[in-house]
């Protein structure tokens, strides 16, 4: 993108922020007070533990409302994501999606953001990411808060580029059902129960859908080699999510079953697999969490907690390549594979708080052990350079089967209240791991509220990413050692009479980054430092009678090559309209710039990719009270949209949609 552009397009940001709503001072009253109590509104316990207004925390942090999304179109928690300033929805060669945050969260391996599901971490240690939590459907969602850049202090591991808290619905009534013309089908259930002191939901959630026909264009198969490329990807998938709290008194329960199957896409060894439209590819993360709350004294308040987490991935019948490609010339049977990952996590947790004076202050015992419990692999070849096999032989799981790591973790913090405009935010946090020692993460921000309208803030913090297990276990070097972040950030908010402005501009050191090396010898290993420097800019505002506006810029420089599959520039337009009292349309844009491809790879740049997405949505359909209809078009354009792939995969990206998809929801609250 060029200066010039860039500059236009900031003036269209600022000219949509300055331009006054035609509206009467009655209509400007009303609007006041609602976006105040919306403000009240929007807290978070993410940035701090302590529940303050998001724009008041250290750090920017974005709470979106499920409402909300749910009004914009938004069908995933994955898509949602994307309409998030400096974020870019990332899908690799079998389908994995993730989340790449100011550049970073795709950079090289996985596992840079924290990922927490009603506050309860989910990243494996043996992987460092895990796919279901972004399949969430919208429906399921009561907000999504969402913290870019270092969040170590408080999450401890993994919270490196950015920090994800999906939280569920777990009032009311709710029904739902979708239609898609990738022969999909979703449905939703939300009850609600409970009397005399007790509580309880259920939030459930499933869906399947095969998927669009889209072709892979050629893979990394040698020319006159058998492949069956160019032709179908697989990309079916299913989901399957059941969320359960339980409120007793002071104690709570917390029970969560998240599940996400999908096919192999363009296979795990960038060779085109079969369509089958067969799921190949599992997922079962379940959660179990128990906590009391209690007042040890007058103004001092603790909380203790168990989490329980077991995570499992299973791949069935995975393709590896045609059997004549492995010299196999009386077995014409493909090369497959049968692994399984499965990990526990057992966490103990206590916490306490107390207010004293102008002082805040927090503090946390965490004590963690983490143990693989299963690991295997069977490949139907005999050695990994033989011909094929009629067997299903063993060969090494993906980590060892008796891999562990046990970690105890100490959070301190003091919010001190300067004055009552000005917060002052210290916090360290000391992980220290069996396997790999210890590691610091402090934070030091300031947040000063300089009127009723102007919030300035600044923060400097370190963020670690540890390495995985599969890391470890497969390193080049005797050693890994764990990944840092040290970023600083300014940032500037103003309140206009309806809408925001908010602006960060943060610059960032990355040391001892973690890459793999794919050649003799192989194995992962820590490479140099990178920095990189980026400005976003945010506006919320509504314009004149029935329109809305969610708008982002997001511009970084760094250096060339330096930052694989990050985007100079990223440009984010939401705009709603209200076409009559019960009937709303909503146009979602999304722009990112041309890529960087990674050193050594001969191709261009990874060219811009602009997507639009179509919403309307009607209220109290046919005159019955709490049904809504909800109709979409996702790629408006009928464009072919593609991710970016390594060097010497596919010549031509992973397309992961190839025309318009149209869906039909219905949503019933009584």
Do not use: C
């Amino acid at each position: 993108m060029t200066l010039k552009a860039s500059s236009i397009i900031v003036g269209l940001l600022t000219t949509l922020a300055l331009t006054p709503a035609v509206r009467s001072q009655d209509s400007a009253d009303d609007t006041d007070l609602r976006q105040f109590l919306e403000l009240l509104d929007q807290q978070t316990t993410l940035a701090t533990n302590s529940r303050l207004n998001a724009d008041f925390v250290p750090g920017m942090v974005s709470v979106v409302d499920g409402s909300e999304l749910r009004r914009r179109g938004f069908r995933s928690v994955w898509q949602a994501l994307e309409s998030l300033p400096g974020v870019i929805a990332t899908q690799n060669e079998t389908g994995l999606r993730s989340v790449g945050v100011r550049g970073l969260g795709d950079l090289f391996e996985s596992g840079k953001v924290k990922l927490l599901l009603n506050g309860v971490a989910l990243n494996p240690s043996a992987s460092g990411t895990t796919g279901p939590l972004l399949d969430t459907p919208i429906e399921q969602v009561e907000r999504i808060e969402f913290i870019r850049g270092p969040g170590s202090a408080v999450h401890g591991e993994f919270a490196y580029a950015g920090v994800l808290n999906v939280i569920t619905r777990s009032r009311g009534e709710a029904y739902g059902a979708e239609l898609d013309t990738g022969n999909g089908t979703r449905f939703s259930l939300l009850r609600e129960f409970g009397g005399g002191g007790f509580r309880g939901s259920i939030n459930l959630a499933a869906g399947t859908a095969d998927g669009d026909d889209i072709d892979s264009g050629p893979d990394r198969t040698p020319s006159g080699t058998p492949s069956y490329a160019p032709g179908p990807i697989n990309n079916k998938r299913d989901f399957f999510s059941a969320i359960v709290e339980l409120e007793f008194g002071d104690i709570d329960a917390l029970l969560q079953l998240q599940q996400g199957n999908r096919g192999d896409h363009f296979g795990t060894n960038n060779l085109l697999p079969p369509d089958d439209r067969q799921t190949v590819i599992s997922e079962t993360q379940f959660s179990a969490v128990l906590r009391r709350a209690f007042e040890i004294a007058p103004g001092y308040d603790a909380e203790w907690s168990l989490h329980a987490l077991a995570h499992d991935t299973e791949q069935n019948e995975l393709f590896l390549g045609l059997s004549e490609n492995f010299g196999g010339l009386g077995n014409e049977d493909d090369i497959v594979a049968d692994t399984r990952l499965s990990e526990q996590r057992i966490e103990a947790r206590l916490n306490l708080a107390h207010a004293r004076g102008a002082h805040r202050l927090f503090a946390e015992l965490v004590a963690t052990d983490i143990r693989v419990t299963e690991s295997e692999q069977f490949i139907n070849l005999v050695t990994t350079i033989g011909p094929p096999s009629p067997t299903m032989n063993e060969f090494p799981g993906p980590v060892a089967d008796d891999a562990d790591r046990r970690a105890l973790s100490l959070v301190l913090q003091d919010e001190y209240r300067i004055d009552e405009m000005t917060t002052l935010t210290a916090g360290l946090r000391y992980d220290d791991y069996e396997d790999i020692g210890d590691n610091l993460s402090p934070r030091l921000a300031l947040v000063w509220r300089a009127s009723d309208r102007q919030v300035f803030k600044t923060q400097l913090a370190r963020a670690f990413r540890p390495p995985s297990l599969i890391e470890t276990g497969g390193a080049r070097d005797q050693s890994v050692e764990p990944e840092t972040n040290d970023t600083i950030e300014f940032g500037y908010i103003y309140v206009l009479p309806d809408g925001v402005i908010r602006n960060t501009l943060y610059h960032s050191r990355l040391d001892d980054l973690i890459m793999f090396q794919d050649f003799a010898p192989f194995g992962y290993y820590n490479a140099g430092s990178q920095e990189l420097t980026g400005y976003e800019i945010e506006l919320e505002r509504s314009l004149g009678t029935g329109w809305q506006v969610h708008s982002s810029l997001s511009l970084q420089d760094y250096a060339d090559e330096g930052l694989p599959g990050a985007a100079p520039w990223l440009l984010k337009l939401g705009l709603g309209y209200t076409i009559a009292p019960l009937t709303e349309a909503h146009l979602q844009v999304n722009a990112i710039g041309s890529r960087d491809r990674a050193a050594g790879d001969s191709r261009d740049d990874f060219d811009q990719t602009t997507r639009l997405d179509l919403t309307l949505k009607r209220r109290n359909l046919a005159g019955i009270a709490g049904l809504d209809l909800h109709l979409g078009i996702d790629n408006l354009l009928d464009e072919r949209l593609e991710q970016p792939s390594p060097a010497d995969t596919y010549p031509g990206d992973y397309p992961y949609s190839d025309g318009a998809l149209l869906w039909l929801q219905l949503v019933y609250q009584p």
